[in-house]
């Protein structure tokens, strides 16, 4: 009975062994991003449109911290690029459960009028979702968003290799 438990260990080892050794060999074989990568994503050539289309002093509201830090990770080494903002998501939650005020004052997070705003996010239905930041903003308290937000979209790209979490994102323009 020992020996059996011993040889299954052994098989399980070797097996886990056969799998691990060459993505840690070659990093572009560790999931997610070895599969991203080894697919020839979009996600480069997609980011480079964006800012170019984004205005320079712009600010970029991801959907999600997924996108955000996909969106940071691969951004150029010397910054360029606009800036992130929180993404949508944390936004709607912690105005949902009544704390977005206090949570945007403690960490002095504010929006200035001027300042051109974009979002990146999966496809929304475009009046829904600016209902939805006109709120955000309002209770927010942001400065210029007393009256409802209209968005515009700018540009969609379709992206093969994230086709299950994002088959494609879309960059909206916010109309104040």
């Keep these: 009975m020992i020996v059996g438990a011993a040889a299954a260990a052994a098989v399980l080892v070797a097996l886990h062994l056969v799998r691990e050794v060459p ?14 990568l080894a697919q020839r994503g979009d996600w480069r050539p997609m980011q480079r449109e964006v800012e170019t289309l984004v205005p320079p002093g712009a600010l970029l509201i991801p959907w999600d911290y997924q996108i955000s830090h996909v969106y940071g990770a691969m951004r150029p080494s010397d910054g360029r690029g606009p800036a992130l903002f929180i993404p ?9 459960n009544g704390t977005l005020a206090t949570y945007l004052a403690r960490r002095q997070i504010a929006l200035a009028p001027e300042v051109p705003v974009f979002i990146l996010a999966p496809p929304q239905d475009v ?18 968003a007393d009256a409802s937000i209209q968005l515009e979209i700018v540009r969609e790209w379709r992206d093969k ?13 916010i109309i104040r």
């Design 127 to 144: 009046a829904v979702l600016a209902q939805r930041v006109s709120a955000a903003f309002r209770e927010a308290r942001f400065t210029g």
């Design 23 to 36: 993505r840690l060999v070659d990093p572009l074989r560790i999931d997610p991003w070895g599969f991203y």
């Design 161 to 173: 290799s994230w086709l299950i979490a994002y088959p494609s994102l879309v960059l909206y323009r």
């Design 88 to 96: 949508l998501s944390t936004l709607f939650e912690r105005q949902q």
